[in-house]
């Protein structure tokens, strides 16, 4: 049985952002990606949009501070809806004319996911020169999978829009997660990669002053921020297929996406790898993922 969220004119609910229409300027932007098809492992994350975008009615979008922040007075976000059908090469196109359309007119698009597939034509769209990763996994791999965005965007992708692996930044790679073969090929081509236990030992804003450093080398740099829930601790995210226990714990997870996004270097984001169909009754990974997107437009709202 779903129960009715209480009302209180006196506390305002996050979300339900009106929708994007051609020629709309906005702060931020949700789009949509339903990226399945190529995943490595069975997953219903095509059902994860729609369920992030209900979820942040659980929250209100006011920032404790101080001062107290109301973000909805503050920000202008809309909802430019999903794409149809991104997997394929004409979804991957779609994608990438979609995201490029909307970069135009924002500070920050944010992608809901799908699948890690998302990334590569998310960051394309955008225009991204650097990329840091919140992910426990290098997605390295060869071929076309939610395993591959991270070596597609490096070798795959068009003249122009390939991001040169020294501007490329992963944080959380984890122990158990990869394979001694993919860590030496991030190695081999320039990658910077942070484990998840140099994270815990140097704390998360020398990481993130870091990787803004390498990923926004370069004039009119522009950033793509990947977010890998499955980065976060198997019991905060139960609906992520390659979650682990030991992974970050959620409010680690939440203050590296602020304090990324706070960078006006970053452009886009993507939330990927959540499989609403496969979440525990409370929708435990659901909210952290939605939670994320409030983070992100908090950091946006303190740039």
Do not use: K
Request: proline residues 6%.
């Amino acid at each position: 049985m779903i129960m009715a969220l209480s009302h209180d004119d006196l506390w305002p609910r996050a979300g339900s952002w009106p929708a994007f229409r051609a020629g709309d300027d906005a702060d931020a932007v949700l789009l949509g990606g339903p990226t399945r098809r190529t995943s490595l492992s069975p997953t219903g994350a095509h059902a994860t949009p729609a369920a992030i975008r209900d979820a942040p009615t659980r929250y209100s979008p006011t920032l404790m501070g101080p001062p107290v922040v109301d973000l909805a007075e503050v920000l202008r976000v809309l909802d430019a809806g999903d794409v149809v059908e991104p997997d394929g090469d004409d979804g991957i196109a779609t994608t990438v004319a979609r995201v490029h359309e909307l970069a135009d007119t924002t500070r920050l698009v944010v992608a809901l996911g799908g699948d890690n597939a998302l990334t590569y034509p998310v960051a394309r769209g955008a225009g991204a020169t650097g990329l840091i990763t919140i992910d426990a996994h290098f997605d390295l791999r060869d071929g076309v999978s939610n395993g591959s965005p991270v070596r597609r965007l490096i070798e795959d992708a068009p003249d122009g829009e390939r991001i040169d692996p020294s501007r490329i930044v992963q944080i959380g790679i984890a122990d158990f997660a990869n394979s001694a073969a993919y860590a030496a090929r991030a190695a081999e081509w320039g990658i910077r990669v942070i484990t998840i236990d140099e994270v815990r030992r140097r704390g998360i804003d020398d990481v993130v002053a870091e990787a803004t450093r390498i990923a926004g080398a370069g004039a009119a740099a522009r950033i793509h921020l990947d977010v890998d829930v499955d980065a976060a601790d198997r019991a905060a995210a139960p609906g992520c297929p390659a979650s682990v226990p030991g992974g970050f714990a959620a409010g680690e997870l939440r203050a590296l996406v602020r304090s990324i996004v706070a960078d006006p270097r970053v452009v886009s984001a993507d939330i990927a790898e959540v499989d609403a169909s496969a979440d525990t009754d409370d929708m435990r990974t659901v909210r952290l993922a939605a939670l994320c997107v409030l983070e992100m437009l908090a950091a946006l709202a303190t740039r």
